[in-house]
């Protein structure tokens, strides 16, 4: 696993706790349709890789859209000055 990919993950498994709020693992987990261990692995970033339907599954447990949870795991240091434009021009 490259050190870019552990980042990834670790924003990933802070963007979904985050959007978790108040609510307890065992509820998310029941909604999203997995195990409160495999919510737990993807939050604390010790799966840095989930598979895409397990993420889908999750952001939508919380309520989290996929555009909002895109933006936080975009890599600063990769986001060029045409991206952010492009970033920008979407928005607006």
């Known amino acids: 696993m490259s050190e870019a990919e552990r ?41 840095p890789t989930p598979a895409f339907f397990t993420v889908l599954a999750i952001a939508d447990a919380v309520g989290l859209p996929l555009d909002d949870l895109r933006t936080a795991l975009a890599d600063p240091a990769d986001e060029t000055d045409d991206t952010a434009l492009s970033r920008r021009a979407d928005a607006g």
């Open 7 to 47: 980042l990834r993950g670790e924003r990933l498994g802070i963007a979904l706790r985050s959007a978790r709020g108040e609510r307890s693992m065992v509820a998310v987990a029941a909604d999203a349709g997995i195990s409160v261990e495999t919510l737990r692995k993807i939050e604390t970033g010790r799966i």
